[in-house]
């Protein structure tokens, strides 16, 4: 079975919201720094947001006061909300776990921002 799957994806208008989920395998997940990445058609995949098994947070600059990233640490999952969605945001969205020197990667959920 898939040690990470994201769930969540779907079409949305612009400024409207969506929120991802991750569930993650306990072996990859427990002490780990999890992530969201997209990649639009065309792009190159980038960083949304980072959080550390501690709470920590990083984001993507783009992304600053618009999308929310959470973990629980019991059920093993990561969040992405995200509000005020451009149709910038159009991407597929991929879950990350960083297991020291190795990545691990789910295979994405889509998120379409049209009107």
């Known amino acids: 079975q898939a040690q990470l799957v994201e769930s969540g994806g779907g079409l949305v208008q612009p400024g409207g919201s969506l929120r991802l989920s991750c569930a993650a395998s306990?072996?990859?997940?427990?002490?780990?720094?999890m992530g969201w990445y997209r990649q639009a058609p065309g792009s190159q995949r980038e960083l949304v947001a980072t959080?550390?098994?501690?709470?920590?947070?990083n984001y993507a600059d783009s992304v600053k006061g618009r999308f929310t990233i959470s973990r629980d640490n019991a059920k093993n999952t990561v969040d992405l909300q995200m509000n005020s969605l451009e149709p910038e945001d159009t991407a597929v969205y991929y879950c990350?776990?960083?297991?020291?020197?190795?990545?691990?990667w789910g295979q994405g959920t889509r998120v379409t921002v049209s009107s």
């Open positions: 306990r072996s990859i997940f427990r002490g780990n720094r």
């Open positions: 959080i550390t098994s501690g709470g920590s947070t």
């Open positions: 990350n776990a960083e297991v020291g020197f190795n990545r691990y």
